[in-house]
């Protein structure tokens, strides 16, 4: 039975940091994209960073870039997102989600199989 767990999650202050982990677990998902995605009430699920299989291809929302990176440790099955410089904005449940395909880099909500659970992440002003 394959299982997303994040932690990390919390209450911060704008500007400070927090580092979001991923562990899946109940296969290997080496060779499967991994992803963060969020979601705030009454919008739908957005994409926040995706990392491919190799760990050297990555996409990222373009509010995020250069504030946010993604990585990933195929020996461990985890995929962490590190958000410095954090905005109000950023507040929203954060999700990992893993593609259940093998090799193929996908960047959108739909397309990823096993979800974790959400982790509230609140950025105050």
């Known amino acids: 039975q394959v299982q997303v767990v994040e932690s990390g999650g919390g209450l911060v202050q704008a500007g400070d940091s927090l580092r979001l982990s991923c562990a899946a677990s109940?296969?290997?998902?080496?060779?499967?994209?991994m992803g963060w995605f969020r979601q705030t009430p009454g919008k739908e699920r957005e994409l926040v960073a995706v990392?491919?299989?190799?760990?050297?291809?990555?996409d990222y929302q373009d509010s995020v870039k250069g504030r946010f990176t993604i990585s990933r440790d195929n020996a461990k099955n985890t995929c962490d997102l590190q958000m410095n410089s954090l905005k109000p904005e950023d507040t929203a449940v954060y999700y990992c989600?893993?593609?259940?395909?093998?090799?193929?880099?996908?960047?959108?909500?739909?397309?990823?199989?096993?979800w974790g659970q959400g982790i509230q992440v609140t950025v105050s002003s």
């Open positions: 990392i491919d299989w190799t760990g050297n291809k990555t």
């Open positions: 109940g296969r290997s998902f080496s060779r499967h994209t």
């Open positions: 989600a893993v593609d259940g395909t093998w090799y193929i880099f996908k960047n959108y909500a739909g397309s990823f199989d096993y």
